[in-house]
């Protein structure tokens, strides 16, 4: 039997799919993680750090904005697609990046230019970047411009993330600052990063993606140890993971990003890969 060539790629990309275990991965999703990290070691060599990422079986990066992180200002100049030949070559993808609320009030066209030619679909705002005694109304402000910036993004054929950290989990007046915001944001121009980290603090994910059916795009993985108080690999901790993936499904989630040292990246992946 023959193969014309569009059939041998065909059966050469199932065959690599096959090999790198891609529908073992939860959501049947290939395994990612946010560069942030490692951010001095991409800073330094920005293709042999993507090379060790790969290395480890990540298959997908989120990145971080150079204009807006000044540990990625060495990547500033690098253009868009460059960048993703770079990403591409080994054997990496990205289609989520961070940003900075400025930059995006300031910059958004070329922002969002740069995003279509490094080939991303997801924005993701990191931090408003309040200042502790903010209140409500501030936190209400905040998010109307953000649904303002995401009608552009979304024009551009994009979609536009919010990244929580702890901040969103504490209250003002009762209200949890969280809560608020997804009573703020448009459910359809903004979608949330959850970041699972909040654990800490004594938040699950699981109750959020299962509270706002529909409303996130994508999650950050880190766990948790009660005992030693501080992060550790994802399956080491006390974060359920079966029920994370579980309320995942039911929350929308696209695509999540382990956000880790690169000590505790190789565990993770490892955990994860064999999550059934």
């Known amino acids: 039997m023959t193969l014309t060539r569009r059939q041998f790629a065909g059966a050469g990309a199932l065959s690599l799919a096959a090999h790198r275990g891609l529908h073992a991965d939860p959501l049947g999703l290939p ?9 001095n070691a991409l800073a330094k ?4 750090t993507l090379r060790e990422i790969s290395t ?11 204009p807006s992180y000044a540990e990625f200002r060495p990547l500033v100049d690098m253009k868009a697609a460059d960048m993703r030949k770079t990403i591409e070559a080994a054997g990496l993808r990205c289609e989520s990046c961070h940003y900075g609320f400025r930059e ?3 910059n958004l066209d070329e922002r969002v230019a740069f995003a279509r030619e ?12 309040l200042r502790p005694e903010a209140t409500l109304d501030d936190w209400r402000r905040a998010a109307g411009d953000l649904n303002r910036i995401a009608e552009t993004i979304s024009k551009a054929g994009l979609q536009t993330g919010f990244h929580n950290h702890n ?16 009573r703020a944001f448009d459910p359809a121009l903004v979608k949330m990063q959850f970041q ?4 800490s603090v004594g938040y699950e994910a699981a109750a959020y993606l299962s509270k706002y059916p529909g409303r996130f795009l994508s999650m950050h993985l880190a766990d948790y140890s009660s005992a030693e108080k501080k992060a550790v690999p994802v399956g080491s901790g006390v974060v359920d993971w079966k029920k994370l993936f579980a309320a995942a499904k039911t929350g929308g989630v696209k695509n999540y990003f382990v956000e880790m040292n690169l000590d505790a ?3 993770s992946y490892t955990y994860l890969h064999g999550l059934t």
């Not at 060599?45 to 042999?48: E, K, R, S, V």
């Open 56 to 66: 480890l079986g990540y298959r997908t990066i989120e990145m971080c904005s150079p």
């Open 31 to 39: 395994i990612g993680c946010q560069v942030y990290p490692v951010r």
């Open 167 to 182: 901040n969103e989990f504490k209250e003002i007046d009762g209200v949890l600052i969280y809560d608020e915001l997804m």
């Open 118 to 129: 490094l080939g991303l679909k997801q924005m993701v705002l990191s931090t408003f970047g």
């Open 45 to 48: 060599d920005f293709p042999g």
């Open 104 to 106: 995006l009030k300031e």
């Open 196 to 199: 699972v980290a909040v654990i």
């Open 265 to 267: 990246m190789g565990p």
